[in-house]
């Protein structure tokens, strides 16, 4: 079970970790289905994620969506301040907080400050939105940066046990045209979006329809590959596992060496997310690990393996989240 190593760590067991694992993969998952994987009850099953949930462990059970086919162009504003002091920050940060097309702040530390990211549905709208946010911080930047998505992909999190799954990309930006959803489909992705794992009587119960339609709807949402997977946000400091973020700048890469170093990505059991931008830089790629010599020995793995494409990498660390909205 979890036990406390601290006063904001905590230990899972081996148990722990694979329903969490289990849950990452797909977090709609019965109590009872999951239980078969790992050999436990229902009810066992059960109470560990309540405990997980009370710990605050798990914050959030996440549907992932290919965001292309709904419309949505999601892209990036890296800010270095200079000059900067917490009290005018604090006073942006609400103003940020407040903007329905800004999904996600955070601080750093390393080449960025600052990481915002917003959703547009169009070229025009993403320049109308980078001078709006731009125009908070007057004088106050020191270097800034834009990369918008043109493919991404999350990957499961393999690491939890150490087993390798050969099926552990969901595409998250496909690039695909746009499907037309009825205002049903839309409320559901709203609603899982809120909380993937709310039972369907729940939803159905809330959107004022039968379970019989809900569930229909979710599973022609996953079969159209609209809705691509259903996993598990956790909190990093709680089970002592570090986050980094790269920008991975190439150099005239081949089209053959750029699927290797993808596959390679693909493949890493610490890799939990890769996005292709159009920007400064060229991937992005998000690990998760327990140490900081894990992932330097991940990056000098990549940069030995790949060093005729890899012209350098950027690294920042997540101090904290402000914001995070999914849709």
Request: include cysteine; charge should be positive; proline fraction near 1%.
């Amino acid at each position: 079970m979890i036990k406390s190593i601290g006063k904001n760590e905590f230990k899972l067991d081996l148990k722990d970790r694979k329903i969490l694992y289990e849950l990452d993969w797909n977090c709609r998952q019965t109590c009872s289905q999951i239980g078969k994987k790992v050999a436990l009850s229902s009810e066992v099953v059960n109470y560990r994620i309540r405990k997980m949930e009370e710990e605050g462990v798990i914050t959030q059970y996440q549907v992932a969506l290919d965001l292309s086919k709904l419309g949505i162009i999601q892209f990036k504003i890296l800010l270095s301040f200079q000059h900067m002091d917490s009290k005018k920050l604090d006073e942006i940060l609400k103003n940020l907080k407040e903007n329905k097309s800004v999904k996600w702040i955070v601080s750093c530390n390393g080449s960025w400050d600052l990481l915002i990211s917003l959703e547009a549905e169009s070229i025009q709208e993403i320049d109308s939105l980078k001078n709006e946010i731009m125009s908070l911080f007057e004088n106050y930047i020191n270097k800034k940066a834009v990369s918008i998505f043109s493919s991404g992909f999350v990957y499961n999190r393999d690491y939890l046990t150490g087993k390798k799954t050969y099926n552990r990309t969901r595409v998250i930006v496909s690039g695909d045209k746009k499907e037309k959803l009825d205002k049903i489909d839309l409320e559901i992705l709203k609603k899982l979006a809120e909380n993937a794992r709310k039972p369907i009587v729940d939803l159905a119960g809330e959107l004022k329809t039968s379970a019989r339609v809900v569930n229909y709807r979710i599973r022609q949402l996953e079969k159209e590959r609209i809705i691509t997977g259903f996993r598990v946000a956790i909190n990093y400091d709680k089970l002592g596992i570090r986050f980094y973020k790269t920008f991975f700048y190439l150099d005239s890469p081949k089209k053959e060496r750029l699927e290797k170093l993808g596959d390679y990505l693909a493949s890493n059991k610490n890799v939990i997310h890769n996005l292709k931008v159009v920007g400064s830089w060229d991937i992005e790629p998000e690990f998760e690990v327990y140490s900081e010599t894990e992932f330097s020995f991940i990056i000098e793995d990549l940069k030995d393996k790949f060093s005729d494409i890899i012209k350098s990498i950027d690294i920042v660390t997540i101090s904290k989240e402000h914001k995070f909205v999914y849709l």
